[in-house]
């Protein structure tokens, strides 16, 4: 998260700044946010669950839910390198609002 937080605040201060940059490590630090908070929450979920057994049916979900948002954030890293557009879903939204 500390990387686009880094890019996302100096490109906003540069005085010929790129729009599109500061969006894409803009969209990439909320994305990655979200990602952490969901994770916790996921987490603090399976660990109180665990406590009766049942949450450890769930721990495979808890790592689909990261190897899931990695390959997702690594195909939208990969897209950006490549020059084309790309938005999260529901992210890209969340931060024009």
């Given amino acids: 998260m500390v990387i686009p937080l880094i890019i996302w605040l100096l490109e906003r201060n540069k005085s010929n700044k790129s729009t599109q940059v ?3 490590a ?3 630090f909320f994305y990655q946010l979200a990602v952490y908070l969901i994770g916790a929450v996921l987490g603090i979920f399976i660990g109180l669950l665990s406590i009766i057994l049942i949450g450890l049916l769930f721990i495979p979900v808890l790592i689909l839910f990261g190897m899931a948002a ?3 954030g690594a195909y939208g890293g990969i897209r950006v390198g490549q020059g084309e557009d ?3 879903i529901y992210v890209a939204d969340f931060i024009e609002a």
């Fill in 70 to 72: 990695l390959i997702y």
């Fill in 26 to 28: 803009k969209q990439a």
């Fill in 22 to 24: 500061e969006f894409h």
């Fill in 86 to 88: 790309f938005r999260y």
